[in-house]
């Protein structure tokens, strides 16, 4: 399968290139030059395929020229080593769990996947590979966890000083080795700048040997349309139409979802749940599309200003906002709404959803008053689990929410970090410094 940027539709690369570069040298992103559509037998009985089954056969249509069988069922077996079962709150309402992984929360798919395939193409080369990534919170620590201890591969994390939560920081500090931590100065949509910045920076790129890590690179991307086609081989009742709410923030999981549509599963409609950030909603309403400085809300892993996946969301799509609005609703929730969510769930179910989880339910539970349709099939994504937000949750429920453990381990350590301002000249000199 063969990549092109989404500025330029000549500038066409293969998937090795399109994984180490992660962003188009022309700023901008990778995108499969067709979807392979999965074999229908493979969605007709796709309860007959595990996991795992299912993910290989995905990843074969897009890297199989490249990569070997035995090679490819490696990487997915060591990086989809965890399950994301599908949860009923009631008959045609479900939840998701995505957070089975190391770092609970959904990103561990993407960035398990990509540390795997990055390691196997940098293995063939003799230099070391340096890894920038910018993270408002949850992306981090997938990443630092995905990647940690990858011989030839160095991780810097850009994370926003103060506006992540003390355990996606502890995540994000206290791996060491390969991994380090820069507690930027400033916001995310300043980390996504400086990473950006790197990226074009002729000067630097000479002298390292530089990608990055974040949502934009293809090979995070693929894996996330794994565990749609996972969740709808759990639906029970496949005859009625299947609605799925994605929290959204940067975009890459609602892609990765309407990516596994065009492969042929049959989702009918996609919801993307954004908080107060919600210059996604005002696109899909109104066309315009109008990036604005992030907020900081509860759901802070979906604080995104200027969503760079919109961007291929525009390719899928050929740039119709009527085909986009056919396939995807999107609405805003504030915190105030987030915290009424989880409550709802809660007292409803007895199911404790986190804040984002939250903004995919009060999204979903508004589409049931206004679509005509009859009874269909309801998945909430839940991004994250709900211990990473503990604080709120144990604020709104007066309940204790446990910690799982491998999430406990990680408090007990000691956080280190390279502190930054927000200025492109310092980050250059750390960097040119480090390496
Ligand atoms: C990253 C993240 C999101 C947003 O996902 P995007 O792919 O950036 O839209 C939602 N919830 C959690 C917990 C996250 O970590």
Redesign the pocket.
């Known amino acids: 399968m063969k990549f092109y940027s989404t500025n330029d539709k000549k500038n066409i690369v293969d998937f090795e290139t399109a994984v180490m570069e992660g962003l188009a040298k022309d700023g901008g992103l990778f995108m499969p030059v067709e979807i392979p559509s999965l074999q229908k037998e493979i969605i007709d009985s796709i309860e007959n395929f595990d996991f795992g089954e299912i993910a290989f056969r995905i990843t074969k249509n897009f890297a199989g020229e490249e990569i070997g069988e035995s090679d490819l069922s490696d990487i997915i077996r060591e990086a989809i080593n965890f399950p994301a079962p599908l949860v009923n709150l009631k008959d045609d309402l479900m939840i998701l769990e995505l957070?089975h992984g190391p770092t609970l929360?959904?990103?561990d798919f993407g960035a398990r996947f990509m540390a795997k395939t990055m390691g196997y193409f940098v293995k063939k080369k003799e230099s070391t590979l340096n890894i920038l990534v910018a993270t408002?919170?949850?992306?981090g620590s997938?990443v630092a966890y995905g990647f940690y201890e990858t011989p030839g591969i160095n991780v810097y994390i850009l994370y926003p000083k103060g506006k992540v939560s003390l355990i996606q920081e502890k995540q994000l500090t206290t791996l060491d080795k390969n991994i380090t931590a820069l507690e930027i100065d400033g916001t995310f949509d300043d980390c996504q700048r400086l990473v950006k910045n790197a990226f074009v920076d002729e000067e630097l790129n000479s002298k390292l040997n530089l990608t990055s890590a974040n949502?934009i690179n293809i090979a995070r991307l693929l894996p996330?349309s794994f565990y749609y086609f996972e969740a709808y081989k759990q639906i029970r009742e496949k005859s009625i139409h299947s609605v799925f709410s994605?929290?959204?923030?940067?975009?890459?999981?609602?892609?990765?979802g309407l990516i596994a549509k065009k492969m042929g599963l049959p989702i009918t409609k996609f919801i993307g749940a954004v908080n107060s950030n919600h210059v996604f909603a005002d696109f899909v309403n109104s066309g315009i599309f109008k990036p604005h400085p992030s907020v900081q809300t509860l759901?802070n892993?979906?604080d995104?200003g200027n969503?760079s996946?919109l961007a291929r969301i525009r390719e899928l799509y050929g740039d119709s906002l009527s085909d986009i609005q056919r396939d995807i609703h999107s609405k805003s929730y504030d915190d105030a709404q987030t915290r009424r969510g989880i409550r709802e769930v809660y007292e409803k179910y007895g199911y404790i959803i986190?804040p984002?989880?939250a903004v995919g339910y009060m999204a979903v539970r508004d589409y049931e008053t206004v679509s005509a349709a009859a009874k269909f099939n309801k998945v909430i994504l839940e991004?994250?689990h709900p211990a990473?937000f503990k604080d709120v949750i144990e604020d709104e429920l007066g309940i204790e929410v446990e910690v799982p453990e491998r999430l406990a381990a990680c408090l007990n350590k000691q956080k280190k970090s390279v502190r930054l301002s927000s200025d492109y000249e310092e980050l250059k000199e750390f960097l040119l410094g480090a390496v």
């Open positions: 957070f929360a959904f990103k408002s919170g949850d992306t997938a949502s996330q994605v929290p959204s923030g940067n975009l890459g999981n609602l892609t990765a759901s892993a979906m995104v969503p996946n986190d984002h989880g991004t994250a990473k």
